[in-house]
């Protein structure tokens, strides 16, 4: 489950200006806080195709077979994709991966997208509120948007 609103909440890496795109490689094992651990991060001011192939090289060998997870997009209907989320361990099942954005990506994300069999989503705010949606879904509402913090996504 995701963490309580409060912890948990990652910082942006020094190069995750608001102006980027980003990419992050994700694990089925879970961090300190309950979500699925990073394996590898990297952001671009180019594009999350840059990001991801950036995140892969960083990440070595173990990277290569990462498979697209979830694409989040800063504003509604699918227009401008800014993070791209990718599991290490292969596409979504019910148990799915627990994700979180950095704050600059939070403040960002008003549509997403899921692939390879994520299907279901539970986003949560900084203020503890959480909302599920089927995925794909064009917008979030008002209340999650720009305030997407935690994503929970599984095959539903």
């Known amino acids: 489950m995701l963490a309580a609103a409060g912890t948990g909440v990652a910082s942006a890496p020094a190069h995750a200006a608001a102006d ?28 999350v195709q840059d990001a991801h192939q ?12 990462d498979t697209l997870l979830l694409q989040e997009y800063e504003h509604a209907n699918y227009d401008t994709a800014i993070y791209n989320f990718y599991g ?8 799915g ?19 390879n069999n994520c299907t279901q989503a539970m986003l949560g705010d900084p203020a503890g509120n ?20 935690t994503v929970k996504i599984w095959r539903g």
Do not use: W
Request: glycine share 10%; net charge positive.
């Open 20 to 47: 980027q795109y980003c990419a992050v490689i994700v694990g089925k094992e879970r961090d300190a806080d309950g979500f699925s651990k990073v394996l590898s991060e990297q952001c671009s001011t180019v594009s």
């Open 88 to 95: 290490a361990s292969g596409p979504c099942d019910s148990e």
């Open 54 to 65: 950036k995140s892969k090289a960083a990440g070595g060998a173990a990277m290569r077979a």
């Open 130 to 149: 959480y909302v599920f949606h089927s995925l794909p879904t064009a917008y979030v509402g008002d209340l999650m948007n720009d305030n997407v913090l």
């Open 97 to 115: 991966y627990s994700l979180r954005n950095y704050v600059t990506v939070a403040g960002r994300v008003s549509s997403m997208r899921g692939y």
